[in-house]
């Protein structure tokens, strides 16, 4: 099981990149490694802080021998890494990109191409240096580091990834990457203005429990001080988290997809095929509101992750981190098409059953599309074209059914992605639930025939 | 099912509690006992004979509707095409009186399709003709 087939694969290795420039841009058949240098990128983090410890100790106590113990980790790293690097490979084969790895728990993967959801381009800022990038391919269900080409150079990297963007829409392999078109690039400034205005609440709690700890309990200072320190500190790296994430955003399209650039040091580049856009949410927080301001978020389908950072999950990803309504009217109507439904109001007796969220209820739909408007405090706007619709619910609870009211919900694939046309008169409701039915029905048939 | 449940646990928590209840205060309180738990178990037999009255599904020729719920009243419709498998569940209790439950999934975590207490057979019968027509009618998500 330990025995790789190197015998099998080197002669193709030593002439992959070669290869791959006489095909015309496309990546050539046979076996590829990763690059040599990406096993120093993975163990870089945990590395150079080693290698640091190791320089000061010899610096401030002019003694190496009671660290000698680091250099042994370091060295263990740094052969995992190599180790790793000798036993993972990938090849395209037709439709399907093959990944194998592991030393002692062989693991293949084969990832079609047509179920491709996404494909990130990821360079932490190590690897930004080296000039090398990780190529993430997202597909439905599929796990986490598995699916990640870690690392290849940048070109290889651009390579593969319009391949596998041809492939995912049933195009010849060696179709070049087409041209995209800049749509919205957010400016610096909004972005760390709008990312401060989310983090000011909880920066306002905080100082509020503080001023009001010392000053109940003046002993008690020192140990408040460093639980809340800790709290704070939390908070201020995921504040800046936030900001390097989302700096330099940056929207495109092209004809494989909409294309998103982000980030400060570590740089993503995502690329969403259209077809594979569940849904669209529009989510105005209450502070943003004096602005004018507002984010949007796609839904596509996949593992639940985190939603920011440079290694976020599938599932939702910002399309806006924040702009204003025309740029996110205009990227909607990209996404999705331009076709949106008129809103209607719910009945002025959903007022009693929900006091709170009256003012924003409303919802629509057409042939195409649904629209609906729900939230409380923070208005959020669900977009979703009726083909991606997996199930139709209505629901209706007691305080409803004296109203004769009804909920009708849309669910598009995920946890996430679902529209409510909350508190619609009830009779209406019913013919909603059927119509819906029938539309997407129409709708998945006409795409799939088109 | 759970009628039943509740109709072969009824008797045997109240002959427990009313056993129980004597031997430690007297026979009056055994006998208050026995009637606080028959009261309790012909409470929970309504609720849930009222839950079992609501709880319906129809095939239609594209789609499956399961309606249920007395208090709050649910209908799911899930085409057969955005299926993604049919779950068959048999737990103890069912499978004492022969019955299971069948289960929709799709790609969507908030749908809920569940058909609960069918007969075996039915149950057997249904898995397969949805499984059929989702392949028949499979569509990309």
């Known amino acids: 099981m330990t025995e790789h087939p190197e015998d099998a694969t080197s002669p193709e290795d030593a002439q992959s990149p070669e290869d791959a420039q006489s095909a015309g841009g496309a990546v050539g058949v046979g076996w590829h490694r990763l690059h040599p240098l990406s096993s120093l990128i993975s163990a870089g983090r945990v590395l150079s802080g080693l290698v640091g410890i190791f320089a000061l100790s010899l610096v401030t106590a002019g003694s190496y021998k009671h660290d000698l113990y680091q250099l042994i980790v370091a060295a263990g790293l740094v052969v995992t890494g190599l180790v790793r690097w000798l036993v993972t490979r990938w090849k395209l084969d037709g439709a399907t990109l093959r990944i194998e790895t592991g030393l002692l728990r062989r693991d293949s993967r084969q990832l079609p191409m047509t179920r491709i959801q996404a494909v990130d381009v990821e360079r932490p800022f190590l690897a930004r240096i080296l000039g090398l990038a990780a190529l993430h391919i997202r597909l439905a269900g599929a796990g986490k580091e598995g699916d990640r080409l870690a690392y290849l150079t ?129 989510e105005q927080p209450l502070l943003w509101r004096p602005f004018g301001w507002c984010r949007l978020v796609v839904d596509v389908a996949g593992v ?50 929900a006091p709170l969220s009256y003012h924003f209820l409303a919802a629509g739909h057409n042939r195409v599309m649904a629209v609906t408007v729900t939230g409380r405090v923070c208005q959020k706007t669900v977009y979703l074209r009726l083909e991606k619709l997996q199930s139709v619910r209505l629901t209706q609870g007691p305080v409803q059914r004296k109203l004769s009211l009804a909920s009708v919900h849309g669910d598009a694939a995920g946890r996430r992605a679902h529209a409510v046309f909350s508190d619609r008169q009830a009779d209406q409701a019913r013919g909603l639930l059927d119509e819906l039915a029938d539309l997407s029905r129409n709708a998945r048939n006409a795409e799939s025939a088109g | 099912m759970r009628l039943t449940q509740v109709a072969a646990a009824g008797p045997v928590l109240g002959v427990i509690a009313g056993v129980a209840a004597g031997l430690w205060a007297g026979a009056w309180a055994g006998v208050a006992a026995v009637a606080v738990v028959a009261v309790a178990a012909g409470f929970v037999g309504w609720v849930e004979r009222r839950r079992y009255l609501a709880w319906a599904y129809r095939e239609r020729d594209e789609d499956l509707i399961v309606s249920r719920g007395v208090l709050v009243r649910r209908i799911s419709v899930v085409p057969y095409g955005r299926m993604q498998f ?25 749908s809920d399709a569940r058909i609960p207490g069918l007969e075996r057979d039915e149950a057997a019968r249904l898995r397969d003709r949805l499984a059929t027509l989702g392949e028949a009618r499979a569509a990309g998500l």
Do not use: C
């Open chain 1, 304 to 353: 639940a992750g985190r939603d920011s950072g440079p290694k976020a999950g599938g599932l939702t990803r910002a399309l806006l981190p924040v702009g204003d309504m025309n740029e996110a009217q205009h990227l909607v109507g990209l996404v999705l098409g331009h076709d949106i439904p008129e809103l209607t109001r719910p009945p002025k007796r959903a007022r009693l059953k």
């Open chain 2, 86 to 110: 049919v779950e068959v569940t048999a737990g103890p209790f069912e499978r004492v009186f022969r019955l299971a439950t069948v289960q929709l999934h799709t790609a969507a975590a908030a």
């Open chain 1, 154 to 282: 940048v070109g290889e990297a651009a390579r593969l990834r319009a391949t596998l963007l041809a492939g995912q829409h049933g195009l010849d392999p060696a179709t070049p990457e087409p041209a995209e078109l800049p749509v919205i690039a957010v400016p610096a400034g909004r972005v760390i203005g709008a990312t401060l205005l989310r983090a000011a609440p909880r920066f306002g709690a905080l100082a509020v429990i503080a001023v009001a700890a010392v000053t109940a309990v003046p002993g008690i200072f020192l140990a408040a001080e460093s639980t809340l320190g800790l709290i704070a500190l939390g908070l201020v790296t995921r504040t800046w988290q936030q900001v390097t994430g989302r700096y330099g955003f940056r929207v495109a399209t092209s004809p494989d997809g909409i294309r998103i650039r982000r980030g400060l040091l570590s740089t993503v580049a995502e690329t969403i095929p259209f077809r594979r856009v569940q849904a669209v949410r529009l």
